[in-house]
């Protein structure tokens, strides 16, 4: 019947080879270069600056302390934090309402916004910044932690609207409905039933909103000048900066990243598998 | 049930989206036109005079071409390879998700810790003796090495954002239909064409219309590992607002990045249409 079925087990043991095998090398593909650029991270300046290079780290911390005392870089990586933190506030406090009324509701014009919400994709947003630049200048918003999260919160905002969108819809309206017959208010059931149901999930999509911003580098290049955020600093020093300070930096970038995406694993594919339809 | 409740909850971000979105991107749109106050194409015109605008054109397409199709295969091998996973299924798929969180600077300097001169690269072959001496890959004598840098470094970091949108995408998919497919004699291989890519249609429009905008905007990838050497697009629209400081020229590399985006977008909703009624 099946192509399965006519196949010779030693045919199969081999397919079964190549299969594991293939795993095991898409996974090499994508941990190893993680690995080197730790062994920089790890390693003293001299053997990152040297040749040839050991594929496993010395263990020593000095590229890394010479990283975080040089001039700057405790600043970016606090402006790269304050900046993701209002952009996950903003994203959230704007998109989850919004969330909430695509789930529950129907009304006249769900169908604009969310074709406004969705239109944001076929936008290059970081592009935003350019315009967005001289308005902050007028209002006295340029250079600002606020001015930058502002543009973050344009990349953050329509996937916090999707996500929220596809985690409120997840729960059934029959429990509000509960509640309300129990006499509490719209308000009250929102906060004593659905709230605590989609709080974790919500927590997961601040935490993407938090790494979007985090890794922005064009927006935050153009907008920053003095308050340069970590990826700014970084992509500004390019041009003079020693190779243990670049990786350093690189691994400063990556590990915090890591950390959250690991943190929200468990709703990795559900989110952004159902927010990008 | 108040009736207006809806509307207040889709204010704020309605009101942010006008005032972030819709509001500057009519600016840039309007300065791209404009040059000293009057309405002109002289912005364009001094873009695409200039040498590198054909340079960054060319090089921005190249890139896209070249990255996007492998992505798609390798994203839905990928998907379909955990698909089969019995055990550590989780595991497998939370790794080959991780460069999902990874900035495209820090990919770009990942990638630069392998082919600079005194990298991971050279010191793996002057180990294994196959060269006597480090070979300078990043320079601007050897630009298609750095065009092969960036473009692993690019599939590297972004083909895991394909597949975790496919893998959402195949969990849609009834099991019904592959096991019918099955039942009347397709091989796998039938079956993956006839049952699963068509079903898989309005994923992968989603997973390409998000991929192809993100390779046009391709950018610290580039500075990391080709400096000024490789111009695109989006280097060139930074050099013009930072470096050059003419906010006009910038709008109107802003304007061409916007008008193809556009464009692509529009192509591959008509390519990989999907019938309103086959919609979930």
Redesign the interface.
């Known amino acids: 019947m099946s192509d399965t079925a006519t196949v010779a087990p030693s045919v199969r043991k081999a397919g079964r080879w190549v299969f594991v095998s293939g795993i095991v090398l898409l996974c090499v593909w994508t941990l190893l270069p993680i690995y080197l650029l730790m062994v920089n991270a790890l390693s003293t300046p001299e053997e990152v600056n040297g040749f040839p290079k050991s594929f496993i780290p010395s263990f020593d911390l000095s590229s890394l302390r010479f990283f975080l005392e040089f001039e700057g870089v405790l600043n970016a990586l606090w402006n790269s934090i304050r900046v993701a933190v209002v952009t996950m506030i903003l994203s959230i406090g704007f998109g989850a309402p919004a969330g909430y009324a695509l789930s529950r509701f129907d009304f006249p014009g769900k169908e604009v916004f969310r074709f406004l919400v969705v239109m944001t994709r076929a936008f290059p947003l970081p592009l935003l910044a350019l315009p967005l630049a001289v308005m902050f200048l007028r209002v006295g918003l340029d250079d600002s932690v606020l001015g930058l999260a502002l543009v973050h919160t344009t990349l953050a905002l329509p996937f916090a609207v999707l996500i929220t969108y596809s985690l409120f819809s997840g729960i059934p309206f029959e429990l509000e409905e509960a509640a309300f017959t129990l006499g509490c208010t719209r308000f009250q059931a929102f906060r004593k039933v659905v709230l605590p149901l989609a709080a974790p999930g919500i927590a997961a999509s601040a935490v993407f909103a938090f790494v979007i911003s985090w890794n922005e580098v064009f927006a935050a290049a153009v907008l920053t000048i003095k308050n340069r955020t970590l990826t700014a600093f970084l992509m500004q020093s390019l041009d003079w900066s020693p190779l243990h300070l670049k990786f350093a930096g690189a691994a400063a970038l990556v590990l915090p990243a890591l950390i959250f995406i690991f943190a929200v694993r468990k709703y990795l594919f559900a989110m952004w598998g159902i927010a990008n339809r | 049930?108040p009736?207006y409740?809806?509307?207040l909850?889709?204010l704020?971000?309605?009101v942010?989206?006008i005032i972030?979105?819709?509001y500057?991107?009519t600016?840039?749109a309007i300065?791209s036109v404009t040059s000293n106050g009057e309405w002109s194409l002289a912005n364009f015109q001094k873009a695409t005079s200039h040498w590198k605008f054909g340079e960054a054109f060319k090089n921005t397409m190249l890139l896209a071409a070249l990255v996007v199709p492998i992505q798609l295969v390798m994203s839905l091998t990928?998907a379909t390879?955990v698909q089969?996973?019995q055990k550590g299924r989780?595991a497998?798929?939370?790794?080959?998700?991780?460069?999902?969180?990874?900035?495209?600077?820090?990919a770009g300097?990942?990638?630069?810790?392998?082919f600079?001169?005194?990298?991971?690269l050279?010191?793996?072959l002057?180990?294994l003796g196959l060269i006597e001496q480090?070979i300078l890959y990043l320079s601007y004598q050897s630009p298609w090495i750095i065009l092969f840098a960036i473009v692993l470094a690019e599939v590297?970091r972004a083909t895991a954002?394909m597949m975790?949108?496919i893998?959402?995408?195949l969990?849609l998919i009834p099991r019904e239909y592959g096991e019918a497919a099955?039942?009347f004699?397709a091989?796998?291989w039938q079956r993956f064409y006839k049952v699963t890519l068509p079903m898989l249609r309005?994923?992968l429009q989603?997973?390409l219309?998000?991929r192809v905008?993100l390779a046009?905007?391709v950018?610290?990838v580039v500075?990391?590992l080709g400096?000024t050497q490789m111009p695109v697009l989006?280097s060139e629209?930074?050099n013009w607002?930072?470096n050059l400081q003419d906010?006009g020229v910038?709008?109107a590399y802003?304007m061409v990045?916007?008008a193809v985006?556009?464009l692509f977008?529009l192509i591959i909703l008509r390519a990989l249409h999907v019938p309103k009624e086959a919609r979930t």
């Open positions: 049930m009736r409740l809806p509307y909850l889709l704020p971000a309605t942010f989206l972030f979105f819709l500057p991107f600016q840039v300065e990928m390879v089969k996973l989780s497998i798929l939370y790794i080959f998700a991780i460069p999902l969180g990874i900035s495209d600077l820090a300097l990942i990638w630069l810790s392998i600079e001169q005194s990298g991971f050279n010191s793996m002057v180990g480090p590297w954002i975790v949108i893998v959402a995408g969990g099955e039942v004699g091989t796998r309005p994923s989603t997973a219309i998000l905008i046009f905007e950018f610290a500075i990391a400096g989006m629209t930074f607002q930072f906010r910038a709008a802003a990045i916007l985006s556009v977008t």
